[in-house]
Structures are given as C-alpha cells and as structure tokens.
Nanobody
Framework: QVQLVESGGGLVQAVGSLRLSCAASGSILHFSVIGWYRQAPGKERELVASTSRSETTDYADSVQGRFTISRDNAKNTVYLQMNSLKPEDTAVYYC??????????????????WGQGTQVTVSS
C-alpha cells in the first residue's frame, strides 16, 4: 500500500517562506503524477502544483512564480518550496500521487493516493 507523508507545514508571516516535503513509501518513479493540492476552510480542494514522471510541471495561476515543485527520486520525496506567502495561501496542503496503468485492450486504470495533510497558516 502506498503511503505519502507530508511535513514542513506551520505558521509563517506574510511574504515569508516554507518548504513542504512529501515522502513516499516507495519509488516516486512509480507514480505517473505526484503533486500538491490544498483546501482552505469553506473552499473546495484545488491543485497547487504537480510534476509528472517526465518531470513536466504544472502550477495553479495563483501560485505561479511563487511556488516551486521539485523531486528527489533517490529519496522518494517531492518538495513544494513556497515563497512570498500570502494569507490566502492558508490551507491544509495534501500530497497526492496518481498511478496510471493500462493493460492491452483495456481502458486505463487510475489509482489515486493521498497523504494526511499538513496545515499551512500565513498571518498578515
């Protein structure tokens, strides 16, 4: 069973920085996509950033230029460097991974995995 464990959340003042880590129980090369979502109180969960097996990256418009996703395949860990934090970045941040497989003649199968989440609070 895949396990994703986040760390690095906390309380930070606006314009400060935090780095989140997501440690996987196995090789992250196994994942088709791995990344970060967040959920603020009263809001839907939204994609923050993701990286694929080919190391292409995708970012939400709201974090583009401030957040950077990176990966260390040797440590089976994905990071989210968050700079110039704003109070609206306050949320629970979840690490998520997706495994896409396809047997011949069958539709692709998608398995999603989630971490337990880590709280990020940005004070003004």
């Amino acid at each position: 069973q895949v396990q994703l464990v986040e760390s690095g959340g906390g309380l930070v003042q606006a314009v400060g920085s935090l780095r989140l880590s997501c440690a996987a129980s196995g090789s992250i090369l196994h994942f088709s996509v791995i990344g970060w979502y967040r959920q603020a109180p009263g809001k839907e969960r939204e994609l923050v950033a993701s990286t694929s097996r080919s190391e292409t990256t995708d970012y939400a418009d709201s974090v583009q230029g401030r957040f950077t996703i990176s990966r260390d395949n040797a440590k089976n860990t994905v990071y989210l460097q968050m700079n110039s934090l704003k109070p609206e970045d306050t949320a629970v941040y979840y690490c998520t991974a997706k495994v896409i497989t396809q047997a011949p003649g069958l539709l692709p199968r998608v398995d999603d995995y989630w971490g337990q989440g880590t709280q990020v609070t940005v004070s003004s």
